[in-house]
Nanobody, 119 residues
């Protein structure tokens, strides 16, 4: 059974930091690119960060470049999102996604973890 379980969300003050984790099971983690998405109330889901299967390439949304860092540990089947200098606009539910393929694709999703940035 495929599972992606996010953790690490919570309430943080502006300027603070959080580290999200996503533990994967039930599939070959090292074959998949991993993504973090977020969705704020009333807004569409947004791709925040991507890390390729080997971990050698990463991409970020312009809104988080220089503040967020995505990383993965293939030995632990876990992907992380280190979030620094958090802003109220970062408030959202953050979702972990595993993606493989281009024409025929495979996607798995976690249940999401709430991040609230507020004073």
């Amino acid at each position: 059974q495929v599972q992606l379980v996010e953790s690490g969300g919570g309430l943080v003050q502006p300027g603070g930091s959080l580290r999200l984790s996503c533990a994967a099971s039930g599939f070959t983690f090292s074959d998949y690119a991993m993504n973090w998405y977020r969705q704020a109330p009333g807004k569409e889901r947004e791709l925040v960060a991507t890390i390729m299967s080997t971990g050698r390439r990463t991409n970020y949304a312009d809104s988080v470049k220089g503040r967020f860092t995505i990383s993965r540990d293939n030995a632990k089947n876990t992907v992380y999102l280190q979030m620094n200098s958090l802003k109220p606009d970062d408030t959202a539910v953050y979702y972990c996604n595993a993606h493989r393929g281009a024409i025929i694709t495979f996607d798995y999703w976690g249940q999401g973890t709430q991040v609230t940035v507020s004073s």
